[in-house]
């Protein structure tokens, strides 16, 4: 085959020299007509033998010929026409070739029965006009979705191209978002060329500190587009970079199988025990749930989740304890590394002064405030907190964030008689969190799970106390008696006297606070972003 085009290529060049021009811009198109075309000589050859010698019905005969056309037709594309000698991706890409081919089959078959049986054409005319148009679209489907090269960069990439691949980003609010939206301009100042795709609305620009960034916004629950997107910008990327396991994550897996790209997840939450858990499927908590055996409903979200995160090059965990989750999962030890969350990147000093006083005046009425920061699901533990309030004399309590628990929480605060001091103020901004942070006189995040949270640090950054539970990634943040203050989840007696000990002891509360600030320095942006970009580097 490559001596054949090498003699088309030097005839062409040597007699017809506008030709050879064609043909020398157009290398991978020139190629897979040359294969197509002999594939299409053993098609029609095989269909001639079939139909003509051995008397068999042209369409079965059409068939059994299609099919040996397609092994010739493979190997020729990827060896050949794509430049694609891979290995280790050969059989997805057999996989998927197959079914590009039986589709093509069924097309073939019946559009050939149709311009034979409705229009009367020659059955080889038929399937000649067939081939051309299954051809033109297979072309499109071989170069830009099986025989994808993987993209290496070069030497004007700097370090490489980056796709962050997530759910949520600016201007959503929440730490994650706004961390995010910081990531990226941190990596472009680092070398990095980076585009993002996102659940949103819409395709825009927005401007980074260094150039214009391209967003690809897809409107959540059009899975089908976010993952064509999604391929389309893998070609251009080095890495996908995850921040959500399960969509975009199980996206990020589909498109490494067929291309070989890599991907990494940064992991820091296990979605299929959020999932089970919001659902009323199970109460166990996370650690068990990684051991047990469940309905086929459950071991669905865990056998996915799991796919995802051992197939992926490697993994930011945001905690330690998140590391041992993904350990308890699968992933081997050697793709796992910890990243810590920071907020050092907000700036504190932004706060409004006037706003902290309007809400000391509109929500504390004379009386202290304490408040919580989270997504009211069960493992949050609001409840708990609305269950201590009777017992807590001056002090109301604003519960900032939404969710399935919003309705439930409200008739319990009724059904206690709190009614009046629990305020449920919903989703805030992220720019506004600090005003609310600077006007409490207790942070408390009673959670039953939890990766390393954004909240506390904003909260210890901002200066308010912390009050919260010893679970998932909370030890690492906050030393208890000493940074703050750490009790068990949900347990009634312990969170109230920690409320009463760091609302009743003004000294206590300020050396927690001036404690925590200095803890912060663990939880620095430069680290965060210097381990990212080298974890980014090295894959």
């Known amino acids: 085959m490559k001596q054949i085009y090498r003699s088309l290529k030097k005839h062409a060049q040597t007699s017809i020299p506008w030709v050879y021009g064609i043909i020398d811009k157009n290398k991978v198109f020139a190629k897979y007509l040359i ?16 139909t003509d010698l051995a008397g068999l019905w042209y369409v079965f005969s059409a068939a059994i010929a299609f099919a040996a056309a397609f092994f010739v037709s493979f190997f020729l594309q990827k060896f050949w026409t794509f430049r694609d000698n891979s290995r280790d991706k050969m059989r997805s890409q057999m996989a998927v070739y197959l079914s590009v081919g039986l589709i093509n089959l069924g097309v073939n078959s019946y559009g050939l029965y149709l311009l034979v049986e409705y229009l009367s054409l020659w059955y080889l005319l038929a399937q000649i006009i067939m081939g051309i148009g299954i051809a033109v679209y297979s072309f499109l489907i071989y170069k830009f979705f099986i025989f994808s090269k993987i993209n290496t960069g070069d030497a004007k990439t700097g370090n490489g191209k980056i796709l962050i691949a997530t759910g949520i980003f600016p201007p959503d609010i929440g730490g994650p978002a706004t961390m995010l939206g910081a990531m990226v301009n941190s990596l472009i100042e680092r070398g990095f060329r980076v ?59 589909l498109i490494k199988r067929i291309t070989g790209k890599k991907y990494v997840v940064r992991f820091a939450g296990d979605s299929a025990w959020e999932t089970a858990v919001a659902k009323g499927w199970t109460g166990d908590y996370i650690l068990d749930f990684q051991q047990r055996k469940y309905d086929d409903k459950i071991e ?14 490697r993994i930011i965990a945001v905690s330690n304890f998140m590391a041992g989750i993904a350990r308890a999962i699968g992933v081997e030890e050697s793709k796992i590394q910890t990243i810590y969350n920071s ?28 408040m919580t920061a989270c997504r009211l699901t069960p493992w949050k533990g609001v409840a708990g907190i609305i269950k201590i309030m009777p017992k807590l ?61 954004h909240t506390i640090l904003e909260a210890m950054s901002a200066g308010a106390p912390v009050l919260t539970t010893n679970a998932g990634g909370n030890p690492e943040v906050i030393e208890n008696n000493k940074d703050g203050l750490l009790v068990n989840f949900n347990n009634e007696q312990e969170l109230l006297e920690a409320a009463i000990k760091i609302l009743n002891n003004k000294e206590f509360a300020d050396n927690l606070v001036v404690n925590a600030k200095t803890k912060l320095h663990k939880f620095n942006w430069s680290n965060t972003v210097e381990s990212t970009a080298k974890l980014l580097k090295e894959i």
């Open 35 to 50: 294969s197509g075309c002999t594939a299409a000589a053993t098609d029609l050859g095989l269909l001639f033998i079939f």
């Open 195 to 253: 585009k993002i795709i996102t659940y949103i609305s819409q395709k825009s620009k927005v401007k980074s500190q260094k150039s214009d960034v391209e967003i690809t916004k897809i409107n959540r629950g059009k899975y089908i587009t976010y993952f064509f997107q999604m391929f389309r910008l893998a070609r251009w990327t080095d890495v996908i970079y995850v921040t959500d396991t399960y969509s975009v994550g199980y996206f990020a897996y």
């Open 300 to 313: 669905k979200f865990k056998n996915k989740r799991r796919k995802i995160l051992v197939n992926a090059d």
């Open 343 to 370: 907020v050092d990147f907000i700036k504190n000093d932004s706060f409004d002064a006037g706003a902290v006083e309007n809400i000391k005046k509109q929500y504390g009425n004379n009386n202290k405030i304490m």
């Open 393 to 453: 004399d001056n002090v109301n309590f604003l519960v900032l964030g939404d969710g399935q628990e919003m309705e439930n929480l409200k008739k319990l605060a009724s059904e206690l008689g709190v009614e009046n001091r629990v305020y449920f103020l919903g989703k805030i901004k992220q720019a506004e969190m600090i005003n609310y942070f600077k006007a409490a006189d207790l942070f408390i995040l009673n959670t039953n799970y939890e990766g390393l949270s």
